[in-house]
């Protein structure tokens, strides 16, 4: 059992164990000799989101790893993907992210990049927490010895161009307006500059962090923000980011969200089209709508489904040799681009699509018909699997029984939050909410 790592790095509420500043630092001095290679220094990147505790946590890592030896590359602000493409463009043993992605500004979080711009292992992580919970690390070189921290001035402009290569040369998006919510987070500056870049018409929300706001009523989990200003602009699009810009969820000119489901099968029907969708098989999580099954059945694909998380949609697009996956939340990975969600490469995909086809995006997504779906989220006072408690599972089990093969439940605990996810998909809207309240009712009695 792992104590500190969760399904994404460490997190918690900033300044209360195991988010805090001493244990960043060793962290840091932890993750510095982990990575050392024989006698020479390790050298990691670091990056951070717009989170008031952000800088604490960027500066008791960068002692910690000094202060063995190691030497630190500072990207400043930058969305997750771009730490990823940037650890391995620097050549880095290792990236950190010091994020919590789409939770409150209060909560933080520390996760690594492995030098290729992979996720690192849950082995990894086991064995970096082992050293760090065992015993302190007591080598302190001296003089020369001590590690260098640089600050990388173009850590931006080395990302933006990067992303750009994902678009199409020759194509731009002249006489698009778009309404774009950075969430006041790590994309706000260099997602607007991209689409810029692009020539697009720029409509900005949310771009403007002060350490407090990010992920406030803004951004993917937000899209009624960007759905009201859509329609007032009459835009043709907007675009809504999380907070460390590693998913991205869609509003077409109508009103209408387009979640990553639906990305996901657009952007199989493209690559199926120029024969650069491997087996013509995309991965999804179990969340993914079973819609997105039938849509990949009529192009002669399919989806693989895993467990929830995006490290287990990467491990098995790795395994089996494939370049797309993700998750209905807007977490896409392209790996014809780059090794992690990224929803500014996600966002200008789709943006190429809607340009090389005519077409507006309300159009475009009817490529995917989604079944009836419901998502309640219970809060919890303690991490427990609900399936182990006697009485949820019984009702759990008699409510399957009601909904028939046409349908499925699904009740897990989040890997982020205290929260247990209840996800129910049928034919039927009313019944499917109804179940779900029920649920969620004897959960919240149980564990709430």
């Given at each position: 059992?792992?104590r500190?790592f969760?399904t994404?790095?460490?997190?918690g509420?900033?300044?209360?164990?195991p988010?805090t500043p001493?244990i960043?630092?060793?962290?840091g001095?932890?993750?510095a000799?982990?990575?050392?290679?024989d006698k020479?220094?390790?050298?990691?990147?670091?990056g951070?989101?717009?989170?008031?505790?952000?800088?604490?946590?960027?500066?008791?890592?960068?002692s910690?790893?000094?202060s063995?030896?190691?030497d630190?590359?500072?990207l400043?602000i930058l969305?997750?993907?771009?730490?990823a493409?940037?650890?391995?463009?620097?050549?880095?043993?290792?990236?950190?992210?010091?994020?919590?992605?789409?939770n409150?500004?209060?909560?933080?979080?520390?996760k690594?990049?492995s030098?290729?711009?992979l996720?690192?292992?849950?082995?990894?992580e086991?064995?970096?927490?082992?050293?760090l919970?065992?015993k302190?690390?007591?080598?302190?070189p001296?003089?020369k010895?001590?590690?260098?921290?640089y600050?990388?001035?173009?850590a931006?402009?080395?990302?933006?161009?990067?992303?750009?290569?994902?678009f199409?040369?020759?194509?731009?998006?002249?006489?698009?307006?778009?309404?774009?919510?950075c969430?006041n987070?790590?994309t706000?500056?260099?997602a607007?500059?991209i689409?810029r870049?692009?020539?697009?018409?720029l409509?900005t929300?949310?771009?403007?962090?002060?350490?407090?706001?990010i992920?406030r009523?803004?951004g993917?989990?937000s899209?009624?923000?960007?759905?009201e200003?859509?329609?007032k602009?009459k835009?043709?699009?907007g675009?809504?980011f999380?907070?460390?810009?590693?998913r991205v969820?869609?509003?077409?000119e109508?009103?209408?969200?387009?979640d990553g489901?639906?990305?996901?099968a657009?952007?199989?029907?493209?690559?199926i089209?120029k024969?650069?969708?491997?087996k013509?098989?995309?991965?999804a999580?179990?969340?993914?709508?079973?819609g997105?099954?039938l849509?990949?059945e009529?192009?002669g694909g399919?989806v693989?489904?895993?467990?929830?998380?995006?490290r287990?949609?990467?491990?098995?697009?790795l395994?089996?040799?494939?370049?797309l996956?993700?998750e209905?939340?807007g977490?896409?990975?392209?790996?014809?681009?780059?090794?992690?969600?990224?929803?500014?490469?996600?966002?200008?995909q789709i943006?190429?699509?809607?340009?090389?086809?005519?077409k507006?995006?309300?159009?475009l997504a009817?490529?995917?018909?989604?079944?009836?779906?419901?998502?309640v989220n219970?809060?919890?006072?303690?991490?427990k699997?609900?399936?182990?408690?006697l009485?949820?599972?019984?009702?759990?089990?008699?409510?399957?029984?009601?909904l028939?093969s046409?349908?499925?439940i699904?009740?897990?605990?989040?890997?982020?939050?205290p929260?247990i996810?209840?996800?129910i998909e049928?034919k039927?809207k009313?019944?499917?909410e109804?179940?779900?309240?029920?649920?969620?009712?004897?959960?919240?009695?149980?564990l709430?």
């Amino acid at each position: 059992m792992r104590r500190l790592f969760g399904t994404d790095g460490i997190r918690g509420r900033a300044n209360v164990y195991p988010m805090t500043p001493e244990i960043a630092f060793r962290l840091g001095k932890t993750v510095a000799l982990f990575f050392k290679k024989d006698k020479r220094r390790a050298s990691l990147a670091i990056g951070r989101d717009t989170r008031l505790s952000g800088p604490i946590f960027e500066e008791a890592l960068a002692s910690g790893i000094s202060s063995v030896g190691g030497d630190v590359l500072k990207l400043g602000i930058l969305p997750t993907p771009a730490i990823a493409y940037l650890t391995k463009s620097l050549r880095a043993d290792a990236g950190i992210v010091i994020s919590a992605s789409h939770n409150p500004y209060y909560d933080n979080g520390i996760k690594f990049f492995s030098r290729r711009g992979l996720k690192l292992s849950d082995d990894y992580e086991k064995k970096i927490e082992e050293r760090l919970l065992k015993k302190r690390e007591v080598f302190h070189p001296t003089g020369k010895g001590i590690g260098r921290i640089y600050s990388v001035n173009d850590a931006s402009r080395r990302y933006e161009e990067f992303a750009l290569k994902s678009f199409p040369r020759g194509l731009n998006l002249r006489g698009y307006k778009i309404v774009i919510d950075c969430a006041n987070g790590a994309t706000y500056q260099v997602a607007p500059q991209i689409l810029r870049t692009l020539d697009a018409e720029l409509i900005t929300l949310n771009v403007s962090p002060d350490g407090t706001n990010i992920n406030r009523n803004c951004g993917s989990l937000s899209p009624e923000v960007i759905q009201e200003r859509v329609l007032k602009e009459k835009a043709d699009v907007g675009i809504s980011f999380d907070g460390d810009g590693d998913r991205v969820i869609f509003m077409d000119e109508k009103g209408e969200v387009v979640d990553g489901d639906q990305m996901m099968a657009l952007c199989a029907q493209e690559l199926i089209k120029k024969k650069r969708l491997p087996k013509k098989t995309l991965v999804a999580t179990v969340m993914s709508n079973l819609g997105l099954d039938l849509a990949l059945e009529k192009m002669g694909g399919k989806v693989i489904r895993t467990p929830v998380g995006d490290r287990y949609v990467l491990d098995e697009m790795l395994k089996k040799n494939l370049t797309l996956g993700g998750e209905q939340s807007g977490h896409i990975i392209f790996l014809e681009h780059n090794t992690t969600g990224d929803g500014i490469i996600t966002a200008l995909q789709i943006l190429s699509i809607m340009k090389k086809r005519s077409k507006p995006l309300s159009e475009l997504a009817q490529i995917m018909e989604k079944l009836p779906q419901v998502l309640v989220n219970v809060r919890i006072k303690k991490k427990k699997d609900p399936l182990k408690v006697l009485e949820i599972k019984k009702d759990i089990e008699r409510a399957g029984e009601k909904l028939g093969s046409g349908g499925r439940i699904l009740v897990r605990p989040s890997g982020t939050e205290p929260l247990i996810r209840v996800m129910i998909e049928g034919k039927e809207k009313k019944e499917i909410e109804t179940i779900a309240r029920n649920i969620s009712k004897i959960i919240k009695r149980k564990l709430g």
